[in-house]
């Protein structure tokens, strides 16, 4: 049986396998993003997304969800999800812990938000006293 639950339990495909293997037999090089293999998948990734593409290698999901949503808040401001996101339902409160921002749930329907019930939670905008919605994340509709 194959899951695709996670990023943290499954194997590596036997063609990444070898990739490190090919790696390896490279010998020492710079660490911290400094050698070829680096640049390498950089330029791909800037050739995919523009030039202007910023590229931040991460450990796993969680931390690219967190961090990418730490670039975009502040610790006052709001990010709106469905009530079955990833980040509301599968990361042990990691994205709320190292934002410092208030996740709020809409329903969900099918796997879709609806824009109405996002507009129900944009309020109060510019007091002082309320989390201030700054970020919808759209999650994939198989979650």
Known sequence: ?????????AG?????????LKANEV??????????????????????FGS????????NGTAANVLS?????????AIIC???????EDECG?????????LLTVPHHDGRILLEDIQKKCVDFGVVHKVQPKVISISQTTE
Do not use: W
């Not at 202007?52 to 450990?59: R, S």
């Not at 730490?70 to 401001?77: A, Q, R």
């Not at 990691?94 to 208030?102: I, V």
């Open 1 to 9: 049986m194959h899951s695709f639950a996670s990023d943290n339990n």
């Open 12 to 20: 590596a495909h036997p063609d990444v396998l070898k990739a490190i």
């Open 27 to 48: 010998g020492h090089v710079p660490a911290y993003g400094t050698d070829g293999f680096t640049a390498a998948a950089v330029e791909k990734c800037q050739e995919a």
């Open 52 to 59: 202007h593409a910023q590229v931040h290698f991460v450990f």
């Open 69 to 77: 949503l730490k670039l975009l808040t502040s610790s006052h401001h």
């Open 82 to 88: 469905s009530e079955a996101a990833h980040i509301a």
């Open 94 to 102: 990691a994205p709320e812990r190292f934002t410092g921002c208030k």
